[in-house]
């Protein structure tokens, strides 16, 4: 026993920092005021950040900044552009560290550095196609308009965030550790819409864990009766071709339980502290919120009976 929690230290404090993130999101749902709750998110992100990644912590974190100060600097018409290359510059830095003489970061650090590369370019695509589809088109007449009102105007407001809330939005605990990935409009409808008071996050986060210990079981059976070190020994070199073949297979059931129940918790966290919840008439999309309507949705106080998660 002690064996195995040495062999998978690692996964288990990540899955232990999840069940936590899981478990402190009605805390943190009640928290009174959007600012409180904007930097209990933050202040949380980065501990986690911390604890899991150790010294690496400076990559996903100075990366996050940096790309937060290129948005501001450049303008909203070429920020996207340019939080572009970097990030993904920078990810390349990241993933070949070794080459340049660093050492290189756990599986778990890379998972974050991957969200942080996804929410820092996501929002600067945001903030430029909220400025294409709602300022540019102003220029060239009422037709125009027209045509964004007849889609229902996917960006009808310019997105805009100061560099503080970027900063809250890139290192928010919410979806850091394993995803899901959201936008920021979603997120910044979590401070400002009050749907999330009226919607069962308990009962949805509950309903979601209910599979967690079968995949963490079959994970555990798996990994004890066809363990991943076996395939180096050689009785395993003297099995037969077929007992060869089909072992991979086994490994690949076995690691899709440890992605499952990552995924599942990963989702929870999301539930647990409201995030993502809008009344079902927006025909919500994953990650993005709703595709009609939304600034009805914004104006209109829905009654708890007609309002749901946004499935991530």
Not at 236 to 264: C, D, E, K
Not at 286 to 300: A, C, E
Request: glycine content about 6%; hydrophobic content about 45%; proline content about 4%.
């Amino acid at each position: 026993m002690w064996a195995f929690v040495q062999k998978n230290k690692n996964d288990i404090i990540y899955l232990s920092l999840l069940l936590f993130s899981v478990l402190i999101g009605p805390y943190y749902r009640k928290l009174k005021t959007e600012e409180a709750k904007k930097w209990a998110g933050t202040i949380l992100g980065i501990a986690l950040i911390i604890i899991v990644s150790g010294y690496s912590a400076i990559h996903p974190i100075c990366s996050a900044l940096i790309g937060v100060i290129i948005i501001k600097v450049t303008t909203i018409r070429y920020c996207h552009v340019a939080t572009f290359f970097f990030m993904f510059a920078y990810l390349f830095f990241f993933r070949f560290a070794d080459k340049f003489g660093f050492k290189l970061s756990s599986g778990q650090t890379n998972l974050i550095q991957m969200i942080i590369v996804l929410r820092v370019i996501g929002v600067a695509f945001e903030m430029n196609g909220s400025w294409l589809a709602v300022v540019n088109p102003k220029k060239k007449g009422n037709e125009e308009i027209s045509k964004i009102n007849d889609r229902d105007e996917e960006f009808i407001e310019l997105i805009n965030p100061n560099i503080i809330d970027l900063v809250h939005y890139s290192f928010n605990y919410i979806g850091l550790l394993t995803g899901p990935y959201y936008r920021y409009r979603t997120f910044n409808d979590f401070f400002h819409l009050p749907y999330s008071k009226y919607v069962d996050c308990l009962g949805f986060t509950i309903n979601t864990l209910k599979i967690v210990p079968l995949y963490i079981s079959l994970y555990l059976a798996f990994s004890h009766i066809w363990p991943l070190e076996y395939v180096l020994t050689e009785d395993h070199n003297n099995r037969s071709f077929l007992y060869r073949m089909m072992y991979p297979w086994v490994l690949f059931a076995a690691f899709r339980q440890r992605i499952y129940s990552g995924m599942t918790l990963a989702e929870s966290v999301c539930t647990s502290a409201g995030l993502g919840a809008y009344p079902v008439q927006g025909r919500n999309r994953t990650g993005h919120g709703p595709t009609v309507g939304y600034m009805k949705l914004k104006n209109i106080l829905w009654r708890c009976g007609v309002v749901r998660r946004l499935s991530l």
